[in-house]
């Protein structure tokens, strides 16, 4: 059935990447892996505290070097932060031992979802809604480009998703 190494979820904040890959790794049997979380604890300080105390440059160098150093192994769910694939060195290591699969959702969905959070430092301005939008706009088309696999999360639930990508995944 699963003949990919590593199952690499991309996208923006928000749309699903460690709900669902949570929930995918424990159906299938794989180890899940939070790029984001790594970063954390690799640092020593939330996500939030790296942007602040030592800006985003920082924060990306880390979360390369956390990518590096989990794409060196199989088996997995890797749910990378929404950045990563900003980075083409980042692409280049994941694709060559995974698939990578693009949760998508629109700008208004992506929104509803991250309005009142606080631990989107991306989103620490005075308009978050165009903050979304812009991003957005920005990094769709890459994420589109380096996809293997594109899922529409805007209108389904975590287990549609899932089994979306189980589907997707035994069809290749």
């Not at 929930?23 to 939330?46: I, S």
């Not at 990306?60 to 990518?67: D, N």
């Not at 899922?151 to 290749?172: F, G, N, P």
């Amino acid at each position: 059935m699963l003949i990919v190494k590593n199952i690499v979820l991309i996208g923006f904040m928000g749309s699903g990447k460690s709900t669902v890959g949570k929930l995918l790794a424990n159906k299938l049997g794989l180890r899940f892996v939070d790029t984001d979380r790594l970063v954390e604890k690799k640092v020593g300080k939330r996500i939030k505290e790296i942007f602040k105390n030592e800006g985003e440059e920082k924060f990306r160098a880390f979360e390369s070097e956390v990518i590096e150093e989990v794409s060196k192994y199989e088996n997995q769910v890797i749910s990378c932060g929404g950045g990563a694939v900003l980075n083409p060195d980042n692409v280049s290591i994941l694709k060559e031992n995974g698939v990578l699969i693009y949760l998508k959702a629109s700008a208004f969905i992506l929104f509803e979802r991250l309005h009142g959070t606080d631990t989107r430092p991306l989103l620490n301005v005075a308009s978050p809604r165009d903050k979304v939008n812009e991003l957005l706009a920005a990094r769709q088309s890459l994420y589109e480009k380096v996809t293997d696999i594109l899922i529409d999360t805007s209108y389904i639930d975590v287990d549609a998703v899932v089994k979306k990508i189980q589907e997707k995944i035994d069809d290749r």
